[in-house]
């Protein structure tokens, strides 16, 4: 099984941008598709990304999804940052073993 | 627009088992697209698949949990449901169901992400 590493937490300032990373342990990061989740205080998890790079309907082209081998990392990158966008954020992938692995999430702040 | 209820008792004795149930509405548990999940959150933590369930009932579960796990449908009642036996404090969380947009299957396994969350339900173990 592999792990996926994800900061605790970032901070940005409204319009600005941010990139959150996630990092996977051992395995290619292309191996399998990342998910990205959005979860706000309370409220349970919605998708942001999936399939490393799709936005669901819905979702603001704000918000985009890549890959980078060099790293084994995937990151979610949200630009024209607004406060609604302070959340949690989790990303996800597969392993051969059926498993579904979670990031442990970061906390992103817009102050 | 689809909605997923989880029902169950929110306090469960150690050693004893966590009943769950999903209900579907607005949309059919037996179709071919999807497949159906649920997830745990223990206070303050991250999020844990626990297991997924296709309508033909083929299951899919964490390894982790794998001995303590039974997840079945009930496609009459457009239900999912979850147990996990002998449970400890260690399972207090919020637990939700989801449905799994089915986009492919990965040797026999289905891959997708879950596009819909039900409200999530706490569950704590307690005597």
């Known amino acids: 099984n592999f792990m996926l590493t994800q900061p605790h937490s970032v901070s940005e300032s409204p319009g600005k941008t941010v990139t959150i990373s996630c990092t996977r342990s051992?395995?290619?990061?292309?191996?399998?598709?990342v998910q990205w989740y959005q979860q706000r205080p309370g409220s349970a998890p919605t998708t942001v990304i999936y399939e490393d790079n799709q936005r669901p309907s819905g979702v603001p082209d704000r918000f985009s999804g890549s890959i980078d081998s060099s790293s084994n990392s995937a990151s979610l990158t949200i630009s024209g940052l607004k406060t609604e966008d302070e959340a949690d954020y989790y990303c996800q992938s597969y392993d051969s073993s059926n498993l579904w692995v979670f990031g442990g999430g970061t906390k992103l702040t817009v102050l | 627009q689809l909605q997923l209820q989880e029902s169950g008792p929110g306090l469960v004795k150690p050693s004893e088992t966590l009943s769950l149930t999903c209900t579907v509405s607005?949309?059919?548990?037996?179709?071919?697209?999807?497949?159906w999940g649920w997830i745990r959150q223990p206070p303050g933590k991250g999020l844990e698949w626990i297991g997924s369930i296709y309508y033909s009932g083929s299951t899919y579960y964490n390894p982790s949990l794998k001995s303590r796990v039974t997840i079945s449908v009930d496609t009459s009642k457009n239900q999912f449901s979850l147990k996990l036996s002998s449970v400890t404090a260690a399972d207090t969380a919020v637990y939700y169901c989801a449905r799994g947009v089915l986009r492919y299957f990965d040797w026999l396994l289905p891959r997708g992400e879950f596009d819909y969350w039900g409200q999530g339900t706490l569950v704590t173990v307690s005597s």
């Open positions: 051992s395995g290619s990061i292309a191996s399998n598709y």
């Open positions: 607005g949309g059919s548990i037996s179709s071919s697209s999807y497949y």
